[in-house]
């Protein structure tokens, strides 16, 4: 590494020292609460060993449930492999909150991309909310955050059983709410009308801060094994956890009603399922300081980015206002090139199902896919921003974001 890089590197790292010093505190606590609930439940080696077939009396299997519903304060949770990903997970979720008749309303804007076709937004797919008669209606966010007033008139509709919450900015001009924010709105929401049932889609937000949102009042969240919650080491998957009947809703929608949770053979994946929780915690704080280095190195370079180096932080994900897609472009071809997997490849500006403007996406992961990985993506159109999200460690997060530097840097 060149002197200006090593001498951006340490401006950048200068200021992060107060983020970074927040950061391990989280990631101590967090790691307490997973040792703690790992020895209140006796793991032990035998729980690594798994099932076939219908996997009935998973033993392994039902305690990793118990642990995450220890750690993040809930009465139970599904944590499985069966889930294809988060958004399978998710819309379990969703369909354990609503019955035809009823009415769920997304109270921060619209729901992620993916879960557009879950409530019919996408056309006339078999089995949305739409083809079962369920109503959705979304309250927009106002000026990036969620407007109270409009969310109370809304949730006075007695139709209303579900208010939907996305704790992440996602790929929204946002900001990302923090658990105790979501807790507000939750109690205000129940104080108009205590029958709603609050379901946060928890994605890039485990471990991020002392607390989930079900420990602050929402009543059920959801989200993907492949990032936070996985360590790197869950190879797929997604959890539900929450109020104990809501659970059991999400569990008989992911297999049959009868079946719920019972089933589902773990086959050899427990191993990775428990470490990659007991990592969890500090995998995610390194992926948080890759975060908070990179916001750092782009405020070094006259970039705007969000959060800001000193800004408390309540998901993993970084943007980056490049104002041009050529800076843009550099960017994430250096993060590509510093991955540990497929470093040679070269990424460029394609078109994408479900995107009206092109998309260039940088990722080199051992899981496929996997977010909690260095990873960015952005649209090519304006403002040329930038999400980036990951790093396993943060060494190897800071190298890409240098090296991503570099390339930029290269093109002056
Ligand atoms: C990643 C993500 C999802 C969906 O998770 P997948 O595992 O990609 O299906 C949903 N919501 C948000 C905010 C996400 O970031």
New binding site residues.
């Given amino acids: 590494m060149n002197y200006q890089m090593t001498e951006l590197a340490r401006r950048a790292e200068e200021r992060c020292r107060g983020r970074f010093e927040e950061i391990d505190r989280i990631a101590f606590i967090g790691t307490e609460k997973v040792l703690e609930a790992f020895a209140e439940e006796r793991v032990q080696a035998g729980d690594f060993a798994g099932t076939t077939g219908y996997g009935y009396d998973d033993v392994g299997r039902d305690k990793l449930e118990r642990i995450y519903a220890r750690v993040f304060g809930c009465e139970a949770a599904l944590v499985r492999t069966s889930f294809?990903?988060?958004?399978?997970?998710?819309a379990c979720a969703m369909f354990a909150c609503v019955r035809p008749g009823q009415t769920m309303v997304s109270i921060t804007g619209g729901?992620?991309d993916?879960?557009e076709t879950v409530i019919g937004k996408r056309g006339n797919i078999p089995g949305t909310f739409a083809d079962y008669g369920i109503g959705y209606q979304e309250v927009p966010l106002k000026d990036g955050a969620p407007d109270l007033p409009a969310i109370l008139e809304a949730v006075k509709d007695p139709t209303v059983s579900c208010v939907f919450i996305?704790?992440?900015?996602?790929?929204g001009i946002r900001k990302t709410l923090s658990p105790q924010e979501i807790g507000d709105l939750c109690k205000a929401v129940k104080e108009v009308n205590p029958a709603v049932v609050a379901l946060v889609?928890n994605?890039?937000g485990e471990f991020v801060c002392e607390v989930e949102p079900v420990a602050c009042g929402a009543d059920l969240m959801a989200?993907?094994l492949?990032?936070n919650p996985g360590g790197g080491l869950a190879p797929c998957g997604?959890y539900v956890a929450g109020r104990a009947d809501l659970v059991e809703r999400a569990a008989n929608r992911m297999t049959l009603p009868g079946i719920g949770g019972e089933c589902g053979a773990s086959l050899n994946v427990n191993r990775s399922l428990y470490q990659g929780f007991f990592m969890a915690p500090h995998v995610t704080a390194q992926a948080v300081k890759t975060a908070a280095f990179c916001a750092a190195v782009m405020e070094e370079l006259g970039y705007k980015v969000s959060p800001t180096s000193d800004e408390e932080r309540y998901d993993i994900?970084q943007t980056i206002d490049f104002g041009d897609p050529q800076p843009l472009i550099r960017f994430c071809k250096g993060i590509q090139s510093a991955s540990p997997v497929d470093s040679f490849a070269s990424p460029e500006p394609g078109d994408m199902p479900g995107y009206e403007s092109p998309v260039i996406m940088a990722a080199g992961a051992f899981i496929q896919?996997s977010?909690i990985e260095l990873s960015c993506d952005a649209p090519i159109r304006p403002p040329y921003t930038c999400y980036m999200q990951g790093g396993l460690t943060y060494e190897s997060g800071k190298l890409g974001i240098l090296r991503a530097a570099q390339k930029m840097q290269e093109a002056k």
């Fill in positions: 294809v990903n988060g958004t399978h997970a998710i729901v992620y993916t879960l996305q704790r992440s900015r996602g790929y889609d994605s890039y989200a993907s492949i990032k997604g994900i896919g977010s």
